[in-house]
């Protein structure tokens, strides 16, 4: 499969390590120094693209993506409050997208376990719930599309919070404490608090392969799709 990398920092050099390793080849790289240039002509060399850019840039590569007709698998965060557009774009140009807040296996079965705790939790008022994320200092986006995956997740399932906020601690309000330090790939931690014990499931990840491993194999997914997917098809 033919590949064309939009955005070719750290996690994009991460993504072509994979993609070749698992037999792939990288035709397209698009980092700071050609992110203007590239045309829909070296988009159409590749099979699929993979988006790991910027929450600045996203949008026009999803579209050229959809103008150029190659299947994109986007990981870029702090996009989605232009979801709707960009899914009534992919619909009516007949296009394919691959979205997801977060490619690790292991962040999506935490997910898992995070709906099935609030689930639990809903029904004792006795207990608090905050939560923490914790990225590396190039981030751009707060809080994490992880975070507000795992938020949004929390509301759907407990009555009595209603939204989530980075600031506001009231008592309707899931706060979200965002850290940005060092080169922490991402931590994700869900705490609930009682006056007689605390309850708190974490997710660590220990570097970036995970992430990459997961939209390598969506790319692979996607190939000759159309159509709007996540993890949970790929799951």
Request: charged share 25%; glycine share 6%; proline share 3%.
């Amino acid at each position: 499969m033919d590949i064309a990398l939009l955005g070719y920092g750290k996690m994009g050099k991460e993504i072509e390590s994979i993609a070749l390793q698992r037999g792939h080849t990288v035709v397209l790289k698009v980092g700071k120094t050609n992110a203007a240039s590239f045309s829909n002509e070296d988009l159409q060399k590749a099979d699929v693209a993979i988006e790991f850019s910027t929450p600045h840039t996203v949008i026009s590569n999803i579209k050229r993506c959809f103008d150029a007709q190659i299947p994109v698998v986007v990981g870029t965060t702090g996009w989605y409050d232009s979801f709707h557009e960009i899914e009534t774009e992919c619909l009516q140009k007949n296009g394919t997208l691959f979205h997801a807040t977060n490619f690790s296996l292991g962040v999506n079965l935490f997910f898992k376990v995070n709906s099935y705790l609030a689930e639990l939790m809903n029904k004792y008022d006795s207990y608090n719930v905050e939560m923490e994320e914790i990225h590396h200092i190039h981030k751009l986006d707060k809080p994490s599309g992880t975070a507000i995956s795992l938020a949004n997740q929390v509301l759907e399932k407990m009555d009595r919070k209603k939204q989530w906020s980075i600031t506001d601690k009231s008592p309707d309000t899931l706060f979200i404490k965002d850290v940005r330090e060092g080169e922490v790939p991402g931590t994700h931690i869900i705490k609930y608090t009682s006056p007689v014990d605390d309850i708190e499931i974490m997710h660590k990840a220990h570097n970036r392969k995970g992430f990459a491993l997961g939209a390598v194999i969506a790319a692979e997914y996607i190939n000759n799709k159309k159509g709007i997917f996540t993890m949970q098809d790929l799951i």
